[in-house]
């Protein structure tokens, strides 16, 4: 795929949708970081369900570390590998309150040095709280990135590289969120929804659907 080619997808993508963002609710850096600690392998509705109900009651870390895992716990059963997440979240209150001044922080390895976030999870809060062009490859993306030829690889990594790299510029803050959404809604795992695609005839998957 060439660069001209690209520069048009996103164009469609920007004009299609000019204000994107995470399907999850927040409103601070650090909302969004428990948020999206807690949707590893859970859907955004799940996660929205029972933070709804959490971050009324408490939204900080000094808040959440008073609750302690168990009272944690009782607000996020219905997600899964919620006892693990919890007392990641718990742990990561601790180090947040200890050496970040109860903020969170936006350097990459300091996000990655938290107990449950990941490379991933740390893209997705520099990106969307901090506004910093990074992205964040799920398997939505993984997905999108090979099928549609924008940029393949063989692992999220090699993808997210290959992204970083071929993505122009002007596009790059909300690249991940259009390739999430475009993955999530219409370029699905199945059966992909080639004939309501805003990108169809841009992309080079071999195997359309009508």
């Given at each position: 795929?060439?660069?001209q080619k690209r520069f048009e997808i996103f164009s469609r993508l920007r004009d299609n949708n000019p204000e994107p963002t995470t399907e999850l609710n927040y409103s601070s850096p650090f909302e969004l970081l428990v948020a999206v600690t807690l949707s590893a392998q859970a859907t955004d509705v799940s996660v929205n369900k029972a933070t709804d109900k959490l971050f009324p009651v408490a939204n900080t870390p000094e808040a959440i570390y008073k609750l302690g895992e168990k009272g944690l716990k009782k607000?996020?059963?219905?997600?899964?590998l919620f006892n693990t997440k919890a007392a990641n979240i718990i742990r990561t209150c601790k180090i947040l309150m200890d050496e970040h001044?109860?903020?969170?922080?936006q350097e990459q390895k300091q996000?990655?040095?938290l107990p449950g976030?990941?490379?991933?999870?740390?893209?997705?809060?520099?990106?969307?709280?901090f506004g910093q062009p990074t992205i964040?490859?799920?398997?939505?993306?993984?997905?999108v990135s090979n099928r549609t030829k924008i940029a393949p690889g063989k692992n999220v990594l090699e993808v997210e590289k290959k992204l970083m790299k071929?993505?122009?510029?002007?596009f790059m803050h909300d690249a991940h969120h259009w390739l999430i959404l475009l993955g999530r809604y219409t370029c699905i795992a199945?059966?992909?929804r080639c004939g309501s695609c805003v990108i169809e005839d841009l992309c080079e998957y071999k195997d359309k659907t009508e």
């Open positions: 795929m060439n660069a607000y996020i059963r219905t997600i899964g001044n109860s903020e969170v922080p996000l990655e040095a976030v990941g490379r991933k999870t740390a893209n997705v809060v520099r990106n969307t709280a964040a490859v799920d398997t939505h993306i993984f997905r071929f993505v122009p510029k002007e199945r059966k992909p």
